[in-house]
């Protein structure tokens, strides 16, 4: 397990990365756009939240343990999660196509985050978003030749890895105190939780996962090995034992 100040650390570091050369100019057919194009703009929508309500759930929490500094880790999270959005619209903007101010999928997600003050549902849902991300910017990635939009791919995905590791992480410190009884239920709903929102995103982004070559099955296969290295990482484990989670860059 890493402490809060090691994530600090790492999103401060990794904000001077440069990975994408913008001097490349976009290199997209007409046919890659009109296959990726309504889930490229639903995503960049997605990435740009300003994080008020986490930001929030994460102060309440941080409250609780008695780590204020955990929210400054929250505020560069979602900082980091803005630069793929930023990323993403400048793209849009170069390929002369807009930036939507209005999805369903977008809308849904944040009716439901408005209610939410717990930190433990927050860490899950976005341990599931992200893993679905990472299969998301991969189908993105495989879906086109252009060179800088597969750049702007790799930058998030490296970042997506880490992200799932510091999320994952804390669900672990959530979920460890809890009773035999309390860990039992939540593995269930964390379960079901998962694999719903999992299928929600395939229903939402189908076309653009076939087009970068990811069948359904191959979709769930790949869902089902990501639930495994996180969810099912936290809440398989006897009491008292603490599960190693590694960061793995890759999908």
């Given at each position: 397990?890493?402490?809060?100040?090691?994530?600090?650390?790492?999103?401060?570091?990794?904000?001077?990365?440069?990975?994408?050369?913008w001097n490349k100019g976009p290199g997209i057919t007409a046919n890659e756009i009109a296959s990726v194009l309504s889930s490229l703009q639903a995503w960049q929508l997605g990435e740009t939240s300003e994080g008020k309500?986490?930001?929030?759930?994460?102060?309440?929490?941080?409250?609780?343990?008695?780590?204020?500094?955990?929210?400054?880790?929250?505020?560069?999270?979602?900082?980091?999660?803005?630069?793929?959005?930023?990323?993403?619209?400048?793209?849009?903007?170069?390929?002369?196509?807009?930036?939507?101010?209005?999805?369903?999928?977008?809308?849904?997600?944040?009716?439901?985050?408005?209610?939410?003050?717990?930190?433990?549902?927050?860490?899950?849902?976005?341990?599931?978003?992200?893993?679905?991300?990472?299969?998301?910017?991969?189908?993105?990635?495989?879906?086109?030749?252009?060179?800088?939009?597969?750049?702007?791919?790799?930058?998030?995905?490296?970042?997506?890895?880490?992200?799932?590791?510091?999320?994952?992480?804390?669900?672990?410190?959530?979920?460890?105190?809890?009773?035999?009884?309390?860990?039992?239920?939540?593995?269930?709903?964390?379960?079901?939780?998962?694999?719903?929102?999992?299928?929600?995103?395939?229903?939402?982004?189908?076309?653009?996962?076939?087009a970068g070559g990811m069948s359904f099955e191959k979709y769930c296969r790949k869902m089902g090995y990501k639930y495994k290295r996180t969810i099912k990482a936290i809440t398989a484990v006897p009491i008292n034992v603490?599960?190693?989670?590694?960061?793995?860059?890759?999908?």
């Amino acid at each position: 397990m890493h402490t809060t100040n090691y994530w600090i650390g790492h999103f401060r570091e990794n904000a001077g990365q440069k990975r994408v050369n913008w001097n490349k100019g976009p290199g997209i057919t007409a046919n890659e756009i009109a296959s990726v194009l309504s889930s490229l703009q639903a995503w960049q929508l997605g990435e740009t939240s300003e994080g008020k309500h986490l930001i929030a759930a994460s102060e309440k929490y941080a409250n609780k343990i008695a780590d204020p500094h955990y929210v400054d880790a929250i505020k560069l999270f979602i900082k980091e999660e803005q630069k793929h959005g930023n990323n993403l619209g400048m793209y849009l903007d170069l390929i002369s196509k807009p930036r939507i101010k209005q999805n369903w999928g977008d809308t849904l997600f944040r009716k439901v985050r408005y209610f939410n003050t717990s930190m433990e549902l927050w860490t899950l849902a976005v341990i599931t978003v992200e893993s679905t991300a990472q299969l998301f910017y991969q189908a993105l990635k495989d879906a086109t030749g252009c060179p800088l939009l597969k750049e702007i791919c790799t930058d998030i995905l490296i970042d997506e890895a880490y992200h799932i590791t510091f999320q994952t992480e804390r669900l672990a410190m959530i979920f460890e105190p809890k009773s035999e009884f309390s860990k039992a239920w939540r593995g269930i709903a964390y379960r079901y939780f998962f694999h719903a929102t999992a299928c929600l995103v395939w229903f939402a982004h189908r076309q653009l996962f076939k087009a970068g070559g990811m069948s359904f099955e191959k979709y769930c296969r790949k869902m089902g090995y990501k639930y495994k290295r996180t969810i099912k990482a936290i809440t398989a484990v006897p009491i008292n034992v603490k599960p190693e989670i590694s960061i793995k860059y890759g999908y």
